[in-house]
């Protein structure tokens, strides 16, 4: 079931917890670990899962070995969409491993580093950190989609991506006015 809930002050404190074990678990590869998503904007409403982006030089199997050690289970064939007019973007541009934990509800995106899908959810995230009205009405489709789509996962994401795709280009333009920077890892 998809429930927006109010901002939660605890969840940056989720995040460095995971992040902590993420980190201690890879630490013999080269990662970054962010938070990313609803979560990781202040005052923002969301699904009370905490989304962490760890981005790596190289897919490494023994990544995977180590994450499944901390008890996330690696969900297959999994890629990011292709934002309608990036045909541009090749399939390794979308490709990632996602993984999932329960307590704490955790998605983990890991992502190649340079990859259009690294940079994305951390240009968004920095922009509605930044920008409190598209934060807001961001939240305010959020909420009316799971109020309309509350057991329709499909038809949640169908609606929130392309609208998502359109805040981004708002975030585009905003990057370039303030020479938005890939942030170093959040941990």
Not at 15 to 42: C, E, M, R
Request: proline share 6%; with cysteine.
């Amino acid at each position: 079931m998809i429930q927006i809930v109010p901002y939660r002050p605890e969840w940056p404190i989720q995040f460095k917890q995971i992040a902590t074990l993420l980190k201690d678990a890879t630490n013999a590869w080269d990662t970054s670990i962010y938070h990313i998503g609803s979560t990781a904007v202040p005052g923002l409403a969301a699904k009370d899962i905490i989304d962490i982006q760890m981005s790596v030089s190289c897919f490494d199997p023994q990544i995977e070995t180590a994450l499944n050690s901390i008890g996330l289970t690696r969900i297959h064939n999994l890629s990011d969409h292709r934002p309608p007019g990036r045909d541009d973007l090749g399939d390794e541009q979308l490709f990632k491993w996602f993984f999932k934990l329960d307590k704490p509800a955790v998605n983990l995106h890991v992502r190649s580093r340079g990859m259009f899908n690294e940079r994305y959810p951390l240009l968004c995230r920095d922009y509605l950190r930044s920008y409190r009205q598209a934060a807001k009405a961001y939240e305010a489709i959020k909420i009316n989609l799971a109020k309309r789509f509350p057991d329709d996962v499909n038809a949640y994401y169908e609606i929130k991506d392309p609208v998502f795709d359109v805040l981004m280009a708002g975030a585009e333009i905003w990057a370039s006015s303030v020479r938005w920077l890939h942030p170093e890892s959040d941990l």
